[in-house]
T-cell receptor
Framework: GAVVSQHPSWVICKSGTSVKIECRSL??????MFWYRQFPKQSLMLMAT?????????EQGVEKDKFLINHASLTLSTLTVTSAHPEDSSFYIC???????????FGPGTRLTVL | GNSVTQMEGPVTLSEEAFLTINCTYT??????LFWYVQYPGEGLQLLLK?????DKGSNKGFEATYRKETTSFHLEKGSVQVSDSAVYFC????????????FGRGTQLTVWP
């Protein structure tokens, strides 16, 4: 199956700093990508959807100025958590979708802890 | 709208026991159905999928059949192993929603030796 990587796999930062998470598709070019966050023992919550070269579409309740998404190319997307606070601590997971395929391929996730 | 309902956990079984995790869905169109598995501290892995009614997805001894008449996609395994301990998510994609996945809440499975 398609391979998706995320970097870093875990990060600890101080409150008020910004953190960038990278998501790469290693062996395919994806037109649509998704960012999710997952709290402990809960399901995945979709944060935003983006198509390459276009602005991301954010889900209701997700602050677009706080969670900056850049889908710069067909193989790379980044999520920047700006001015992170402890309540932003979570597991962030990206996924890509291939054009014409009804399936998503998930990254391994990034655990963010804000002190 | 689209939604997925799966049985609440946690589910605790002894090794070699039979597993069923129920999943039902609501969709306005013709969805594809998926089961994903998440091991502790990891992302999601696709376990199996079915794209149309009566299809059976299978992988690693797990099976699920797409039942349109009951809008269900129950996950089964005849003999679970300790290594199957994980969280299992049922999900659907409907073609009209541009590939967005709708997840169930997840079911924690713990298998004891």
């Amino acid at each position: 199956g398609a391979v998706v990587s995320q970097h870093p796999s875990w990060v600890i930062c101080k409150s008020g700093t910004s953190v960038k998470i990278e998501c790469r598709s290693l062996d395919f070019q994806a037109t649509t990508m998704f960012w999710y966050r997952q709290f402990p023992k809960q399901s995945l919550m979709l944060m935003a959807t983006s198509n390459e070269g276009s602005k991301a579409t954010y889900e209701q309740g997700v602050e677009k100025d706080k969670f900056l998404i850049n889908h710069a190319s067909l193989t790379l997307s980044t999520l920047t958590v700006t001015s992170a606070h402890p309540e932003d601590s979570s597991f962030y997971i990206c996924s890509f979708r291939l054009a014409g395929y009804n399936e998503q391929f998930f990254g391994p996730g990034t655990r963010l802890t804000v002190l | 709208g689209n939604s997925v309902t799966q049985m609440e956990g946690p589910v605790t079984l002894s090794e070699e026991a039979f597993l069923t995790i129920n999943c039902t869905y609501t969709a306005t169109g013709y969805p594809s159905l998926f089961w994903y598995v998440q091991y502790p501290g990891e992302g999601l892995q696709l376990l199996l999928k079915a794209t149309k009614a009566d299809d059976k997805g299978s992988n690693k001894g797990f099976e699920a059949t797409y039942r349109k008449e009951t809008t269900s996609f129950h996950l089964e395994k005849g003999s679970v192993q300790v290594s199957d301990s994980a969280v299992y998510f049922c999900a659907l994609i409907e073609s009209s929603t541009l590939g967005r996945l709708y997840f169930g809440r997840g079911t924690q499975l713990t298998v004891w030796p």
